[in-house]
């Protein structure tokens, strides 16, 4: 075997390599991600066997947005977030501005249900149409 032909030249699962580097908390999150074609590589969604080498970009949708990273280092164990973070070189997006909560009508504990008024008045308060 020749010396640039070790385990590392073929490459890591990208279901392993996620959870190594904590993109995800469990492998078996990883692995469902790939499943459910949550995760690319080079564009291409992938299965969780398929090995990503360094320069490889791992796009992962995952908790409501687009994680864009690129493989600088493979690793096949979990390690800590400092040495997990030099493995790869993050490109996602910054996360979109969080929108306001609007306020959320609270009824008093023990006032029954609403009458038809406060109800009419919830439903505007939520932007619901009017119920007939």
Sequence with gaps: MAADE?????????????????LTKTRSQA?????????????ERVKAAQPVKPGDEVRIFRAGREWIV????????????????????????????????????VRERGAGRPTKRERRELDRLHGRPSRP
């Design 6 to 22: 070790g385990p590392e030249s073929k490459g890591v699962r990208v279901d392993s390599w996620i959870w190594a580097v904590r």
């Design 70 to 105: 690129e493989v600088k280092r493979l690793i096949r164990k979990r390690v800590g977030a400092p040495v997990a973070v030099e493995c790869y070189v993050d490109k996602s997006p910054p996360p979109p501005p969080k929108a306001e909560v609007p306020v959320v009508a």
């Design 31 to 43: 692995a469902a991600a790939c499943k459910a074609g949550h995760v690319k590589v080079n564009g």
